[in-house]
């Protein structure tokens, strides 16, 4: 059964970037996209964007400026980087796993499970 | 501004049946995804595609889609139902972008 356990700095100051790391367990790396989610206090989940085990990447166009997604296959790891952070970034961030199927004539669709177990990051001077 | 949209709050007596629902034009394309959330939990996926659930949800949730729509169906609905909501699908422009709906709040009477 895969498990996403992911770590990183919990406070920041304004300006500074944003670091948090994923790592999978118990599974496949490949074959997957992994995705960064978050969710700021008391509103609902955003998707940052997501990598496969090649480095092929999508990201959020209101966050794609500022987000770098990486992975390392050696590790089973990913890594979410935002840079130039302000107190609108605090909240808590999820890493997930992206799972795709096909449906008839319909497109591929896609799902996130599992889930990491969040991290909460809080930019404040 | 989420391009799929829900309910922010729905209600439901304990043992009812409750419809959530989710619209947005790249439903008419894609399945959604449906997550339950509950205070301080990570999500967790309840219904994905046509309409499956995971190992361990019970079958008192089920899913549907019609045009534009999406609906998370809990038939029977229990106190521990209790929870946020939030579906998920692909952007309607077609690229590898996901959205999530806003959310809607579930409270069992």
């Known amino acids: 059964q895969v498990q996403l356990q992911q770590w990183g700095a919990g406070l920041l100051k304004p300006s500074e970037t944003l670091s948090l790391t994923c790592a999978v367990y118990g599974g496949s790396f490949s074959g997957y996209y992994w995705s960064w989610i978050r969710q700021p206090p008391g509103k609902g989940l955003e998707w940052i964007g997501e990598i496969n085990h090649s480095g092929s990447t999508n990201y959020n166009p209101s966050l794609k400026s500022r987000v770098t997604i990486s992975v390392d296959t050696s590790k089973n790891q990913f890594s979410l980087k935002l840079s130039s952070v302000t107190a609108a970034d605090t909240a808590v961030y999820y890493c997930a796993r992206v799972r795709s199927a096909a449906a008839g004539t319909r497109p591929m669709y896609n799902w996130f499970d599992p889930w990491g177990q969040g991290t909460l990051v809080t930019v404040s001077s | 501004s989420s391009e799929l949209t829900q309910d922010p709050a729905v209600s439901v007596a304990l043992g009812q049946t409750v419809r959530i629902t989710c619209q947005g034009d790249s439903l008419r394309s894609y399945y959604a995804s449906w997550y339950q959330q509950k205070p301080g939990q990570a999500p967790v996926l309840v219904i994905y595609g046509k309409n499956n659930r995971p190992s361990g949800i019970p079958d008192r949730f089920s899913g549907s889609s019609s045009g534009n729509t999406a609906s998370l169906t809990i038939t029977g609905a229990q106190a521990e139902d209790e929870a946020d909501y939030y579906c998920?699908?692909?952007?309607?422009?077609?690229?590898?972008?996901?959205?999530f709906g806003g959310g809607t709040k579930l409270t069992v009477l």
């Open positions: 998920n699908s692909r952007d309607s422009s077609g690229n590898h972008l996901r959205v």
